[in-house]
């Protein structure tokens, strides 16, 4: 067991190195096809000077090989860096993932902020859509043909085919403008102002949910259907179990294993899959963060960003791999 | 090759043979039918998923057709109108996004656009992103599949491994930044302009995808390789290049088509979305992403410039999901429940 969840770190540590390593050489490669220098999509101008530019081509290591620039990279995200726009000097204290000097923040101060927004709205989504989906798939599972299950299944096919930017905008119209239930709430902290933070985020919860649920929904149904037709099953009905235990204690148990594998993925993943819902509801997260970064040509905000989407996804994948290990006695730990 | 009829098909045949049995009729009755064949005759029977099919037709239709139709219209979807829009609050005059007997869907805010000739024109933006996307991961996956499952050993290994890495990227992410990281260079290999976009954003939605078919693939080569007449085929001394287009592939088909077609609305939603978040489509290219992000602005006023891309959007990703469930049904009959 321990041999294996080493093995897995190990493993996951690798898939970092090589992601961070595309993604920085991507980024460091961009600019050299555009023609500019990289200084511009560090600090914003290019100084007028052609000794200034070289001198701060020199201080962020521009002139340096590629393989010495990505251990700079990697240096200053575990011990930090001093960095200067040649006007003003700040220290980036690790874990640095780069210095905003459009914004004059750090990057890591940046995410902070964001961060709680992305937080509460992929958390709040995440139970609605967890919750929902598993009921209406594991009923329509369990009566297969019936008409909630035809019902519940069309729905789930509409939500799919329904992207957020539609329905958010058709939530935000119906239940802010023309029913004035919520009349133009800004997001606020959770422990500033709960009531004001419900408000904020009950739309864009709802959208979100809507499409997840709606796959989770149909997932939950397909496992629901293979597993009530197991031997195990016949078996503890003619053990004369009553049927609430087969479904419940033999039934959903087994159902439930592959999507709590695809849960803890698409966890991983919410820094993208909230991109759109932060655009539309404008929340102030980690996607709307990036979509910032991107207006304005500020790379450290955009490489950053991606980086610590890397690390979510691979920390969350490691969960899974290892969780399931625990969980499901059939894994072998090969 | 031929296979048996299954029971219900046999009871379908004798009744199409019915009262007036014997003469031509009843030889068709006990005629071998291909999989293909019986595949159509199961979708054939399947309403919903013929109605999908039917507008995935008549949308295809409207792309290709979309310069010759906005000219019956007499409409052109770039031609700026601003007398149509109010110039202080820059919304269309007139009620429903200003529709008429000339603009049935209205026009644009600002600039007074005609909203159905652009709806037209952004379905051929969404078909051939979705199209060309999908048929990139086709290539990619089925290559990379055929290999790992047919070689085995280093290669598959490694191919899988690739797949793997590719599947713990951050895709969406990844894609935005790279898609970012496009729109400031100016040109790539000597393209540039609407044509690098295009090429950057099937390559982001394409290569991304493949990973997924190239899985499916692998599993199906896997397990169909152990199978009687690839061995025959071989132990007759046929090559590996004849075994695996010859013998394995066409058992491909059926599986690469229904992930083809519920592949293509997903590039869809993904080149909608990319455009709405305005890393995809610049003007003048027409996207129903792009016209949904500049429909933020009016919404809450009319919002006929919202619901018209909007449903397009709907209509055309529900009608491809509809067929797609459709034909995974009918060329696996096992799958339907």
Redesign the interface.
Known sequence: MIRYIIRRVMGAVLVLVAVSFVTFLLFQLAPALAHRSPVYYYVGKIPPSPGGLKLLEHRFGFDLPWYDQYWHYLRSIFFGQTVSDGDTTTHCGAPCLGYSFRLNSSVDSLILQALPVSLSLAGGAAVLWLVGGVLVGTVSGLRPGSFFDRAGMTGALTAVSLPIFFTGPLLLLIFEYKLKWLSNPSYSGITQDPLQWFKSLILPWFALAFLFAALYARLTRANMLDTMGEDFIRTARAKGLPRRTVVIKHGLRAALTPIVTIFGIDLGTLIGTTVITETVFNLHGLGLLLITGIRQQDLPIILGVTILAAVALVVANLIVDILYAVVDPRVSYG | MSISLSPSELEVAADSVGPDAGGPGAEKAIEGRSLGQLAWRRLKHDKVAMAGGVVVLLIILVAIFAPLLTDWLGQKPNTIDYNLTDPSTQLPMGSFGGASGKHWLGVTPVLGQDVLAQLMYGARTSLIIGFAATLLSLVFGVSAGLAAGYFRGWADSFLSRIMD?LL???????S???L???S???S?LGVSGTPLRYAVIIFVLGFFGFPYIGRIVRGQVLSLREKEFVEAARSLGASNFRIMSKEIAPNLIGPILVYATLTI?NYI?GE??LS????GFQPPTISW?SM??D??NY??ID?MY?IAP?MA??IT??AF??FG?GLRDALDPRSR?
């Open positions: 890495l713990s990227f951050p895709v969406l992410l990844f935005i930044a790279l970012a990281v496009f400031i260079i100016p790539f609305p939603l909608a979305g709405y978040i305005g890393v992403g949904l992000n429909a933020g919404f809450q919002p919202l909007g959007l709907f990703v529900l999901n509809l469930d429940r």
